[in-house]
Nanobody, 123 residues
Framework: QVQLVESGGGLVQAGGSLRLSCAHSGSTFSRYTMAWFRQAPGKEREFVAAAGWSGGSTYYSDSVKGRFTISRDNAKKTVYLQMDSLKPEDTAIYYC????????????????WGQGTQVTVSS
């Protein structure tokens, strides 16, 4: 059973930066597609970014492209989300997700989820 543990959330002013981390407990981390989703109050969970097995293939939602960067360290079994130029509309709970399948942008395509970490961007 894979466990994902996120960290790095917090309160930041608009224009600031945060880096989220997600530690993966499995032994075959390099064979998992890793992704970040977020969910704001009253809204559906939405795709943010994903990275393929080697990290060479990355995908972003239009709303974060150019501001967020997903990366992974297979030796540390950790995926990161560097968030720069944060906006109040980025406020949400951020979830890490993993699956053996190819990169997807729909939550149901991922089998494993972390507990989430709160990101709050103040104006």
């Amino acid at each position: 059973q894979v466990q994902l543990v996120e960290s790095g959330g917090g309160l930041v002013q608009a224009g600031g930066s945060l880096r989220l981390s997600c530690a993966h407990s499995g032994s075959t981390f390099s064979r998992y597609t890793m992704a970040w989703f977020r969910q704001a109050p009253g809204k559906e969970r939405e795709f943010v970014a994903a990275a393929g097995w080697s990290g060479g293939s990355t995908y972003y939602s239009d709303s974060v492209k150019g501001r967020f960067t997903i990366s992974r360290d297979n030796a540390k079994k950790t995926v990161y989300l560097q968030m720069d130029s944060l906006k109040p509309e980025d406020t949400a709970i951020y979830y890490c997700a993993a699956d053996h399948n190819l990169i997807g942008k729909i939550p149901s395509q991922y089998s494993y989820w972390g507990q989430g970490t709160q990101v709050t961007v103040s104006s």
